[in-house]
């Protein structure tokens, strides 16, 4: 088997002007992928209905084969995690990153799967019956909810806990409100399937055989995203991860990487907030003219490291080099800047 293509025998190739290299070779038909707050990435296969794991730097192995139903996406909880929905015999598995142990709860062709950021649920998506469901950690319960979405697949979470739905026969994207309320963002896409979203509120979708990754902006008010990358085969699963967007292509058995530019959030309201040093290898101060309620610390894919309240500064010494996103709350406002961890 192929693997640990990060240094060695890498293509690099323009698309719609975006770089994009082989990240790790993957036997078996790559489903969804997704990061740990580690940066080991997790790769879901078709054939095998399996699960591999790939750490930085390291070799690709199997944590789990055999499981009841192909993989589609997977997401990690707030928790540590992995979960991953089951499609053709139809559940959702929690999943030992570990160990690979695995327990069941049941479900109606799954597809996509993440956390809600509010609550703390599990999500799912069941796209034959066109159905979003929630299990509920607490409780061990199941909820059904009355949607009937066409062919509804993968989905994300912004950090307001908005969902954001992939609807493939209807060639939408749906935003689906922590009230309940459905609306159409994007109206474009041939066959959207899986999504990502990053740091700057731009949504990331593929779109399965068409080989083709658009881009859409939150703040947008027209229906209509860019296409951002093509021609890269039969693409499935997608994650970001220290601002580099990844892809599984199932027709060419790996997954790719894809750089991102870091925009222009740093640089918005900068007479009003300040985060320093930047870069830094231990602490980051926040000077700002308005009470600090709260300093959060959290990775490019969304999932909260740090938290200190009421103080001006944050010990970020054990976090890995990288880039992550700082969001300071105050009496008055909620700002988010980006740091990078030398």
């Known amino acids: 088997m192929k693997h640990n293509l990060l240094f060695a025998g890498l293509f690099a190739l323009s698309l719609n002007a975006q770089t994009v290299t082989d990240y790790v070779s993957v036997s078996g038909n790559p489903t969804g992928i997704a990061f740990d707050s580690q940066g080991t990435l997790f790769i879901g296969t078709e054939s095998d209905y399996g699960i591999k794991k790939y750490p930085l730097g390291g070799s690709l192995t199997t944590l789990k084969s055999g499981m009841n139903g192909q993989p589609r996406q997977l ?198 907030i300040l985060v320093y040093p930047n870069p830094t290898d231990n602490y980051i101060y926040v000077k700002t003219n308005e009470k600090i309620e709260k300093i959060e610390i959290y990775s490019i894919d969304g999932k909260l490291l740090l938290k200190n309240e009421k103080e001006n500064s944050l010990d970020i010494s054990k976090l890995q080099k990288g880039i992550y996103l700082v969001n300071v709350k105050t009496g008055k406002n909620a700002f988010s800047r980006k740091v990078i961890k030398k």
Do not use: H
Request: proline share 6%; net charge negative; with cysteine.
């Open 75 to 272: 997401s990690f909880d707030s928790s540590g995690n992995l979960w991953v929905a089951c499609q053709s015999l139809g559940s959702i598995k929690k999943v030992d990153p570990l160990t690979g142990i695995s327990v069941s709860y049941p479900a109606n062709y799954p597809f996509g799967i993440a956390e809600d950021p509010i609550y703390k649920n599990i999500f799912f998506t069941e796209e034959s019956s066109g159905g979003v469901s929630s299990y509920n950690p607490s409780t061990s319960s199941i909820n059904n909810f009355p949607y009937n979405f066409s062919k509804p697949r993968g989905i994300v979470y912004d950090k307001s806990g908005n969902m954001y739905i992939a609807t493939a026969s209807t060639n939408e994207v749906l935003k689906l409100t922590p009230m309940g309320v459905a609306t159409t963002i994007i109206q474009n896409i041939p066959n959207p399937t899986y999504l990502a979203l990053d740091s700057n509120n731009n949504l990331y979708i593929s779109n399965d055989y068409k080989g083709q990754i658009y881009k859409y902006n939150l703040s947008q008010t027209n229906l209509t995203a860019s296409l951002y990358v093509d021609n890269l085969g039969y693409s499935n699963g997608l994650a970001i991860y220290n601002n580099e967007l990844y892809c599984a292509i199932v027709s060419q058995n790996k997954v790719v990487k894809i750089s991102l530019p870091l925009g222009t959030q740093d640089i918005n309201r900068d007479d009003e």
